[in-house]
């Protein structure tokens, strides 16, 4: 059996005839883009995607009628929310900066957006939010 790789622990090295490392990754770690997906499209789902993804399915909130709190509106809180309203969640937005509610509930479709500097805005929403399940996402 090929060695594993001590950098990449789901990986297999092997050498070729050249005497060059060639890196051979696990199946279950791979997916296929298919060939007429921009590349420039697929990379920011593969990384922030899984990243956001993940978690949200080891942790059940994949079920609709649940609610997830997205704290951040960065790269990988846009994906937070928009995964979070195809399963079916109630989604709130938390986030320093008011000038992103729009695009947090007219493009990407958050229920609510709570502005986490506003007091009053975090005392109310920490009412509603009991059974949150919050979700990192800067």
């Given at each position: 059996?090929?060695?594993?790789?001590?950098?990449?622990?789901?990986?297999?090295?092997?050498?070729?005839?050249?005497?060059?490392?060639?890196?051979?990754?696990?199946?279950?770690?791979c997916f296929r883009v298919p060939d007429n997906y921009p590349?420039?499209?697929?990379?920011?789902?593969?990384?922030?995607?899984?990243?956001?993804?993940?978690?949200?399915?080891?942790?059940?909130?994949?079920?609709?009628?649940?609610?997830?709190?997205?704290?951040?509106?960065?790269?990988?809180?846009?994906?937070?929310?928009?995964?979070?309203?195809?399963?079916?969640?109630?989604?709130?937005?938390?986030?320093?900066?008011?000038?992103?509610?729009?695009?947090?509930?007219?493009?990407?479709?958050?229920?609510?957006?709570?502005?986490?500097?506003?007091?009053?805005?975090?005392?109310?929403?920490?009412?509603?939010?009991?059974?949150?399940?919050?979700?990192?996402?800067?």
């Amino acid at each position: 059996r090929p060695p594993r790789s001590t950098l990449f622990p789901y990986t297999t090295l092997f050498r070729s005839l050249f005497n060059t490392n060639i890196l051979f990754l696990l199946n279950r770690y791979c997916f296929r883009v298919p060939d007429n997906y921009p590349l420039e499209l697929a990379a920011p789902l593969l990384c922030a995607g899984i990243t956001v993804y993940t978690p949200m399915i080891r942790h059940n909130m994949n079920q609709p009628g649940k609610t997830l709190g997205v704290i951040g509106l960065g790269g990988l809180g846009h994906l937070a929310v928009k995964f979070g309203k195809a399963f079916g969640l109630k989604v709130t937005v938390f986030s320093t900066s008011l000038s992103k509610k729009e695009e947090a509930v007219s493009r990407l479709g958050a229920d609510n957006f709570v502005v986490s500097s506003d007091e009053q805005q975090m005392s109310v929403s920490n009412h509603q939010l009991v059974n949150c399940s919050p979700l990192l996402a800067f």
